[in-house]
């Protein structure tokens, strides 16, 4: 056998003609009789990709296939990047399925708990919240701690469970079981979103920090859909709740709850490209050598506990940090008004007819279609931008002023605390339903400007101290929500968009401050590394 094969006057080594049968699916001879001319044709066609990646060999024809261009290596494994998206992918599926579940719950038990009639049941569900998100930001001091000795996988899955507790207790409620699943789930939520801050800054870089938070985002807004689409069906035309179309949505927000818990355990390690030359703070680091674990195991996780904690707190008054706390603290507020008291203000309208009740679940769809706007333009964009984060928010903050401004004539001024009857007060022109479902949509599309680039940022800072960074995140967040569910028991409308309002203004000049301070030390590290 010669060392060359010859196809119309042109020659190249056998081994590189073997590559080009074996990949078009055959083994043998180019003279093989059996479709030999559909066989010639393919071998023609791999050796003018052959011909064209020896010209250009950054294209995926070449002889080694790139792992970017397949996202695997050249043993057939993923690659780093490959499975660093895919954790990021599970991580959005987790997420949403479990706030299916939770999100549609927030949205409607205000509505349920005004409904269900028992002498043994005296809850509020703004009160829940209340407490929900009290007890979220006292457990951000220490969620860093326990994600620190567990790691970030079994805290989201305990996290899942609590979550589901709390979803079930509404198939039949008792007044002292909504409160201390109240706690709990606060508690649950606090080791969830730090634990999902770390896993989402571990599996990205400064190159895909944007990428990843607008994928994790759109995906987590997902779950606005799914229950706000059968809430809308199932409590079309109803005016009350009956205790069986209450059981049949909680079970079945029970179970998706569940299934959204265990999704967790498919995230698996990150492995660099390239071993760090020091210790990763990271609390879920990647694979690293025998004495880079030696040192680890040697920590106690008493002392790991206690470090991550310090940690939370020295980030918590730097400068960046108090800057961005005010932008933060923004998102607590419109969190609290568009998951819940916007769609028991719109269920709460007398005018909006019998379909009222239904409008809460079909004003949620909107607001995910917002968010699922926003988290996919803007994450992914976030990559090629080149002016920063800063429109991206001040586009957040005109958006959600024309929801309040329109929501302010839109709206009767007392429909976040009318009774179970509703309210036939009017706002400043005749209620609308399509205006009040626009206004959802603006609702949704100005959190996700504000929470993918706080998302961004925030990673992109503090990537080797993301467990305590996000936890501080969350700790704002969470008492400014916290803050606005208690006042909205009592507080009229107009009351809560002017504070929103203020609060949104003073949050995005902060937000500017601190992205300017972030890309100036950007721009002296990359002059001082020249």
Excluded at 219 to 225: A, E, H, V
Excluded at 357 to 369: A, M, P, T
Excluded at 387 to 402: A, E
Excluded at 499 to 511: P, Y
């Amino acid at each position: 056998m010669t060392g060359v094969v010859r196809i119309w006057n042109h020659t190249f080594p056998r081994t590189t003609s073997e590559r080009f049968l074996f990949q078009s699916g055959r083994s043998g001879s180019v003279n093989d009789t059996t479709g030999g001319a559909e066989r010639l044709l393919l071998v023609i066609f791999r050796f003018n990709q052959y011909t064209t990646a020896r010209k250009w060999p950054n294209t995926c024809f070449n002889e080694e296939p790139a792992a970017d261009c397949k996202g695997e290596d050249s043993q057939g494994k993923m690659s780093p990047d490959g499975k660093s998206l895919l954790n990021i992918i599970v991580l959005g599926f987790g997420f949403m399925l479990m706030f299916t579940a939770f999100q549609t719950c927030g949205n409607v038990e205000q509505t349920v708990i005004k409904s269900y009639n028992s002498s043994e049941f005296h809850g509020s569900g703004y009160t829940s919240m209340a407490i929900i998100y009290g007890v979220f930001s006292a457990s951000n001091l220490i969620a860093p701690s326990v994600v620190a000795v567990i790691g970030p996988q079994l805290s989201m899955f305990f996290s899942g469970l609590l979550y589901s507790g709390y979803i079930a207790m509404f198939i039949h409620p008792f007044t002292w079981s909504f409160y201390t699943a109240s706690v709990l789930v606060g508690v649950a939520a606090a080791v969830l979103w730090t634990a999902q801050g770390n896993v989402l800054a571990i599996n990205s870089k400064d190159s895909t920090i944007g990428r990843n938070s607008g994928i994790f985002w759109a995906l987590l807004q997902f779950s606005l859909f799914f229950g706000n689409i059968y809430i809308y069906f199932a409590w079309h035309g109803k005016v009350h709740i009956a205790d069986k179309d209450r059981q049949t949505v909680f079970i079945t927000l029970t179970v998706i709850s569940l299934i959204g818990s265990f999704l967790f355990f498919l995230i698996q390690r990150p492995e660099p490209e390239a071993p760090p030359s020091d210790a990763s703070e990271s609390l879920l680091p990647p694979e690293n050598s025998e004495g880079s674990s030696t040192s680890v195991a040697n920590q106690s996780l008493g002392s790991q506990a206690l470090e991550a904690f310090k940690k939370a707190l020295q980030l918590s008054i730097t400068k960046e940090m108090l800057l961005l706390s005010l932008s933060i603290g923004y998102t607590g507020l419109e969190l609290t008004f568009y998951s819940g008291v916007y769609g028991t203000s719109i269920g709460a309208m007398t005018q909006f007819g019998q379909d009222a009740k239904g409008l809460i679940g079909l004003s949620g769809i909107f607001i995910g279609i917002g968010e699922i706007l926003g988290g996919g333009v803007f994450g992914m964009m976030n990559k090629c931008n080149r002016f920063g984060r800063n429109p991206v928010v001040l586009l957040g903050l005109f958006t959600h002023f024309l929801a309040f401004f329109l929501i302010f004539l839109n709206i009767a001024n007392n429909a976040p605390c009318a009774p179970e009857e509703g309210t036939d007060l009017q706002g400043f022109i005749m209620p609308s339903v399509e205006v009040a479902l626009f206004c959802s949509f603006l609702l949704g599309l100005g959190d996700s400007c504000f929470n993918t680039q706080l998302l961004s940022i925030i990673g992109f800072m503090y990537r080797e101290d993301s467990a305590p960074a996000f936890a501080v995140f969350k700790f704002v967040q969470s008492i400014t929500a916290a803050v606005a569910f208690f006042y909205s028991n009592f507080l009229l409308l107009h009351w809560q968009l002017l504070i929103m309002v203020f609060v949104g203004f003073v949050g995005t000049i902060a937000f500017f401050a601190a992205e300017w301070i972030v890309v100036a030390r950007h721009r002296d590290s990359d002059y001082d590394s020249i």
